[in-house]
């Protein structure tokens, strides 16, 4: 139990498909992040939320949309997703972004295949 | 530009120890971070270093030479349990992770 709990573990969409995955963080944090993590690639940060306010949009096609109702909770809202979406995505969450030695808490993510 | 290298794969035999480098060039530097990542679970925190010098904690170190910008993982007495991929991250003024290494251990 990492504190930092993902649905659905595992996604299969078509491309004209809409879905949506969730987080919810049970460990107080006020930061939260997407990344993406795709085989033989480093993880990739896509969003980042500080006290519910979007921080950070790393160039993320328009086709992910992030959203964060408090700090507790952050959604991923996907539609019309490519082939090459089809990726390992997850979440975290820590204490206040700028604090630099405050390790991320990861939650286990949702692999996601689009077909 | 921003890059971290480490090598892709390790294998170790169980009981032995095992050191994983990771080199980086960054602008700017606000510590280094391992996490380690078994299969289809999420990373974990296992250190954090922003001096100079080795961080012990228990079976695990790491070190950390900001003038080399360098870092290594020593993983002593090694478990079947440690076979695992481990990821070095260095925080600028986002955290930039390296492609991890997998770690193998064989009886």
């Known amino acids: 139990e990492t504190g930092v709990t993902q649905t659905p573990r595992h996604l299969v969409m078509g491309m004209t498909n809409k879905k949506s995955l969730k987080c919810e963080q049970h460990?107080?944090?006020?930061?939260m992040y997407w990344y993406k993590q795709s085989a033989k690639k480093p993880l990739e940060l896509m969003f980042v939320?500080?006290?519910?306010?979007?921080?950070e949009n790393n160039s993320v096609p328009s086709r992910f949309s992030p959203e964060c109702p408090n700090s507790s909770h952050l959604f991923l809202h996907l539609h019309t997703l490519q082939p090459e979406d089809s990726a390992l995505y997850l979440c975290a969450s820590s204490q206040v972004q700028s604090s630099y030695n405050s390790p991320l808490h990861f939650g286990n993510g949702t692999r996601l295949t689009v077909t | 530009g921003q890059n971290i290298d480490q090598p892709t794969e390790m294998t170790a035999t169980e009981g032995a120890i095992v050191q994983i480098n990771c080199t980086y060039q960054t602008s700017g530097f606000n510590g280094l971070f391992w996490y380690q990542q078994h299969a289809g679970e999420a990373p974990t925190f296992l250190s954090y270093?922003?001096?100079?010098g080795l961080e012990e904690k228990g079976r695990f170190s790491s070190f950390l030479s900001r003038s080399k910008g360098y870092s290594y993982l020593l993983l002593k007495e090694l478990q079947m349990k440690d076979s695992a991929s481990y990821l070095c991250?260095?925080?600028?003024?986002?955290?930039?992770f390296g492609t991890g290494t997998r770690l193998q251990v064989f009886p």
């Open positions: 270093n922003v001096l100079d």
């Open positions: 939320y500080n006290f519910k306010e979007q921080t």
């Open positions: 460990l107080g944090h006020n930061a």
């Open positions: 991250a260095v925080r600028t003024d986002k955290l930039i």
